[in-house]
């Protein structure tokens, strides 16, 4: 039973390009958690989604970024126009209900010239 | 802050010795998480306690969860110089959906 997947693991974009960080969650898990996470520091919660559905994005900031988890495929996180703030490690977590255990992906460590 | 606080941030220890770290949140909670990372790595899920759960363990390690004091503890004994790693407490609160993470407690262990 393969993990949390993400993917690319390193991304490196200049300042007002897009980055699309993709995440493929456990087989059989259809809760998906976005975190950020900035250097020495804890994790950071983003978005909550379903599949197909945004359940809590109260840790989102209100511009340029978004997140979606269609019926097929990944969830995809895509923050448009990049600041140099921006850059962190993103991990996603999946778990099978929600409340319950999250298991979490090897990150995507997003760094913005 | 919702967050959790961890204490101590940052802890030395011989391998061979028992390490101890606390960690302390704010509101009422369905259950409590602790993962490890290592460094610039993913986090690794240790153990799930829940509100209604006072001790739980998992081969050398222990956790106990005192809701009264809104406090939890991760005892790992025996350490390893692979224990090594920051050690996160997250918390899922009442109505919740995602973890509300600690700052960490950085373990050294000396071989």
């Known amino acids: 039973n393969a993990g949390v997947m993400q993917n690319p693991r390193h991304l490196v974009r200049r300042r007002g390009q897009e980055a699309r960080l993709r995440c493929s969650p456990m087989?059989?898990?259809?809760?998906v958690y976005w975190y950020r996470q900035l250097p020495e520091e804890g994790l950071k919660f983003m978005v909550y989604?379903?599949?197909?559905?945004?359940?809590?994005e109260s840790g989102m900031p209100k511009e340029r970024f978004s997140a979606e988890f269609p019926k097929e495929g990944p969830s995809i996180l895509r923050i448009q126009q990049v600041v140099r703030g921006d850059s962190a490690a993103y991990f996603c977590?999946?778990?099978?209900?929600?409340?319950?255990?999250?298991?979490f992906g090897p990150g995507t460590r997003l760094l913005v010239l | 802050s919702q967050q959790g606080e961890e204490d101590p941030q940052a802890l030395s220890i011989q391998e061979g010795e028992n390490a101890t770290m606390n960690c302390s949140y704010k509101?009422?909670?369905?259950?409590l998480q602790w993962y490890r990372q290592n460094s610039g790595r993913g986090l690794v899920h240790l153990i799930l306690?829940?509100?209604?759960?006072r001790e739980k363990h998992s081969g050398r390690l222990r956790v106990t969860l005192d809701t009264s004091k809104k406090s939890s503890s991760l005892l790992i004994t025996a350490s390893r110089a692979a224990d090594t790693a920051s050690y996160f407490c997250?918390?899922?609160?009442?109505?919740?959906?995602?973890?509300?993470f600690g700052t960490g407690t950085r373990l050294t262990v000396i071989p």
């Open positions: 977590a999946s778990s099978s209900d929600r409340g319950e255990t999250q298991y």
């Open positions: 087989k059989g898990h259809s809760h």
């Open positions: 989604l379903q599949k197909e559905n945004i359940i809590d």
């Open positions: 509101t009422s909670i369905n259950n």
């Open positions: 306690i829940r509100s209604n759960e």
């Open positions: 997250a918390t899922v609160q009442t109505g919740a959906n995602n973890l509300f």
